[in-house]
């Protein structure tokens, strides 16, 4: 397998001592292992701007999916109504485990490439006096779109929501203060802006709301009130947990904390975001979402023309060292270029190059 740089939303590229972490095996119950997923979990509690008087972190087995599906079997009870705000793929993902979990709920969708409506969502919260959760997801990555973040927790606190927030492709990459917004869940995963790799997500919890969550999960491996009253003890998790992946994330903490924590990676994900945006803008490739509105994790590109193809174009890329993502919408045809990971300026310019190669190549 030939080694190549990814330029994708997660897993992305990570530094060579997060992997060597993983080639160490580890006992789950050994004393060791668990002091390890306490200090992430203290450390994830730092990032967050949060204290632990009033928050918790669980760690929850599996993909981030896992991580979000746990928070809504576990938060929201059967007299409960959640409103899921979706611009996105990754809000309708939501949708459809409210769907299957049967739970009571409603959708406010707005196109993919614009904001939700504050006016709307609290003209829903004013007519449906039922709902007693919101949902967002923070930046959708179908499109880069970052949601207002605060307008829907000022939202939630004015009208006495309990807020769910799904940080996935944000946390870690820009500064989310957890505390101040009054978030009462926020989920991410190991492989995003904390550059660790696949294996688990994290739940950084409101204490208040989780210790009013016993019983209500309809999932026993994803039970996220049991999951952190076992974790709480001691740092064990209930079932096998993913040790190699627990290790490489701890060593990625450590990396954020030492590039100068969550302001110094902002601005390093900014600053390639910026760059791939104006060069390809220059060639004719033009992106889906406006710059006021767009993430610095990832960002949407329209197709050029009707004879650009994007396995032709993905090849090209490939070939010469880097992976992009295809597109996810249903209305355009578009591909994806994130920039997070251990990705930086070069890597990015050099990228820009290689596309604007393939341009003149396509063009003859």
Not at 138 to 166: F, Q, R, V, W
Request: some cysteine.
């Amino acid at each position: 397998m030939n080694t190549y740089k990814l330029l994708t939303p997660g897993p992305l590229t990570t530094t060579s001592a997060v992997k060597e972490e993983m080639l160490l095996d580890r006992c789950t119950w050994d004393h060791d292992y668990k002091e390890i997923t306490q200090k992430i979990r203290a450390q994830l509690l730092e990032i967050a701007s949060a204290t632990k008087e009033e928050y918790t972190v669980v760690l929850m087995q599996g993909s981030g999916s896992f991580a979000v599906e746990s928070v809504m079997t576990t938060s929201i009870g059967m007299n409960d109504k959640v409103l899921i705000v979706t611009n996105g793929a990754y809000g309708e993902r939501v949708v459809k485990m409210a769907k299957y979990i049967g739970l009571n709920h409603m959708e406010y969708r707005v196109e993919y490439n614009d904001y939700p409506n504050e006016n709307e969502i609290r003209d829903i919260l004013e007519e449906d006096r039922k709902i007693t959760h919101i949902v967002m997801v923070h930046c959708e990555t179908t499109t880069g779109i970052l949601n207002p973040i605060e307008m829907i927790a000022k939202l939630s606190k004015e009208y006495g929501k309990t807020l769910i927030i799904d940080a996935m492709s944000s946390f870690g990459g820009m500064d989310i203060n957890v505390s101040k917004l009054e978030i009462d869940y926020l989920i991410s995963s190991a492989n995003k802006c904390i550059q660790g790799v696949p294996g688990f997500g994290f739940v950084i919890a409101r204490l208040e709301k989780l210790l009013g969550c016993e019983g209500n999960a309809r999932s026993l491996s994803l039970d996220l009130f049991d999951q952190w009253k076992e974790m709480d003890k001691d740092g064990k998790w209930r079932y096998t947990s993913p040790t190699h992946v627990v290790a490489a994330f701890s060593k990625a903490i450590d990396e954020l904390i030492e590039e100068g924590g969550v302001s110094a990676r902002f601005a390093r994900y900014q600053n390639s975001n910026r760059i791939v945006r104006e060069k390809l803008e220059k060639i004719g490739i033009h992106a889906y979402i406006s710059a006021e509105k767009q993430s610095p994790i990832i960002t949407t590109f329209l197709f050029p023309n009707e004879r650009f193809n994007f396995e032709d174009f993905y090849s090209f890329v490939k070939e010469r060292g880097y992976v992009i993502y295809p597109g996810k919408l249903t209305d355009a045809d578009t591909f994806r270029i994130g920039n997070i990971g251990e990705i930086y300026e070069d890597d990015i310019q050099e990228l820009c190059n290689i596309i604007e190669e393939y341009m003149k190549v396509v063009a003859k």
